[in-house]
């Protein structure tokens, strides 16, 4: 959807107006979004037409090669039934998995800057030259149920992730109550999916076990019907001998699924905190005994979204409101300290063009005295010494397609003390 014209909206650090867009098409995670921003899937949903097909293709032969052989041999017309209840438990299955696959799983939604230090003052005032204290603590503690629990900072998010949390490497999101990430559903596994992908799992390993025994049902009838041994009766019906391999080993599969997180449910762990073995050495804050945690999964009402992605929200302004820029180097275009990854930033008033100030803190910059050491590319872009006229680093002729052209760099007074501090470690490194 194109941006429509809306009244200026004012951003800080902006220029100019800023237009509408839906949370969808300005999403930073790597997600799918379907109707508009209905439905969204894993960056892996093609998986999902995998999953159909191994699910959709062993029930259609199952239907045609062995069900409707069986329709005539039960009493009242409840042959049919046997391909009525496939079909249901086929159709559960799918619905189930396309509720787990297309709704958001429990994605916090990120922060557009990092939190504020505790005992940070936004008013202070920092003297040119100085690293305010920005370094925030990478964990905190927090109380569950009388047991403390650490939260960790995510760098990617800028925020504290709430108690069993976790952020999904594949989808690029923070996720409450993170399960784990299933490639068979396309989907991060979290609080708001949990119950349709284990009904999903549940419902497979039924399907699995009568497909399974309705085929070795047919055999017998061939075994029955024609006084022959249950190898020959085998050989008259090869489609129900391929079923019986694939059931019985997808039943380990899913079967194994199922029970390993019945397990999980009663002792209200996740796949992620068993794999970490967090609960080994002490309590597990969250266990409230086999039946309210079976009741906590099935019988609590789901927690709305907390995401519109239909929702219109301002475009992002061109320069970030909190990205702190220092030194570009001219012949690598690279920024050399950013304050989005909430590391140890050097605050300067920089004024360049967009394209110059992105990117990412780089810890092997920092000086001893928190200052970003630039000493190497200010060599290159420093006008001799004693050149005046020294303003903030702008590109007054930016850079051909790999191609040098002429290029004149002001140097703020601010930057002079830090400059001369690269020189002069520079000399002295010489003289050792």
Request: hydrophobic letters at 35%.
């Amino acid at each position: 959807m194109s941006a429509q014209q809306t009244p200026p909206i004012p951003a800080e650090g902006a220029t100019g107006d800023v237009g509408l867009v839906r949370t969808y098409k300005a999403w930073k995670g790597g997600n799918i979004f379907c109707l508009q921003g209905r439905l969204i899937f894993g960056p892996d949903a093609r998986s999902l037409f995998l999953t159909i097909f191994l699910i959709v293709a062993p029930v259609a032969i199952f239907c045609v090669f062995v069900a409707r052989k069986l329709l005539d041999d039960f009493p009242h017309h409840w042959g049919i039934s046997i391909m009525v209840i496939v079909v249901v438990l086929t159709v559960c299955d799918i619905i189930f998995l396309l509720l787990t696959s297309g709704r958001d799983p429990g994605i916090i939604p990120r922060n557009s800057h990092p939190p504020e230090p505790e005992g940070y003052e936004g008013s202070s005032e920092v003297s040119t030259g100085q690293t305010p204290p920005l370094r925030l603590p990478r964990q905190k503690d927090v109380v569950v149920n009388g047991i403390p629990v650490k939260i960790k900072y995510c760098d990617t998010c800028m925020l504290y992730r709430p108690p069993r949390c976790s952020h999904c490497s594949i989808c690029n999101n923070c996720v409450e109550r993170f399960d784990h990430h299933c490639p068979w559903v396309g989907q991060c596994i979290g609080l708001r999916n949990y119950r349709f992908f284990f009904m999903f799992i549940f419902s497979a390993t039924l399907l699995c076990l009568y497909v399974h025994g309705f085929c070795w049902v047919y055999i017998k009838r061939i075994m029955d019907s024609e006084q022959t041994s249950i190898w020959k009766a085998m050989t008259k019906t090869p489609a129900s001998i391929a079923l019986i391999i694939y059931t019985f080993i997808s039943v380990w599969f899913v079967g194994g699924l199922t029970v390993f997180h019945l397990y999980l449910i009663s002792t209200n762990q996740s796949t992620y905190e068993n794999f970490r073995y967090r609960y080994d050495q002490r309590s597990n804050p969250y266990n409230r005994g086999v039946i309210k945690n079976f009741m906590e999964i099935f019988c609590t009402s789901i927690p709305p979204s907390k995401n519109n992605f239909r929702e219109k929200v301002p475009k992002e302004p061109a320069v970030p409101s909190r990205t702190v820029s220092a030194f570009v180097s001219p012949n690598r275009g690279k920024i050399v300290g950013d304050i989005e990854m909430a590391r140890k930033p050097v605050w300067l008033e920089a004024g360049g063009e967009v394209g110059d100030y992105e990117g990412q803190l780089s810890d092997d910059g920092m000086g001893k005295d928190g200052l970003v050491d630039a000493s190497p590319d200010l060599s290159r872009i420093l006008p001799p010494v004693g050149t005046e006229g020294r303003g903030v680093l702008q590109q007054t002729k930016h850079y051909s397609q790999g191609r040098r052209t002429s290029e004149r760099w002001e140097i703020s007074p601010e930057i002079l003390p830090i400059s001369r501090l690269g020189e002069s470690k520079r000399v002295n490194d010489g003289s050792d």
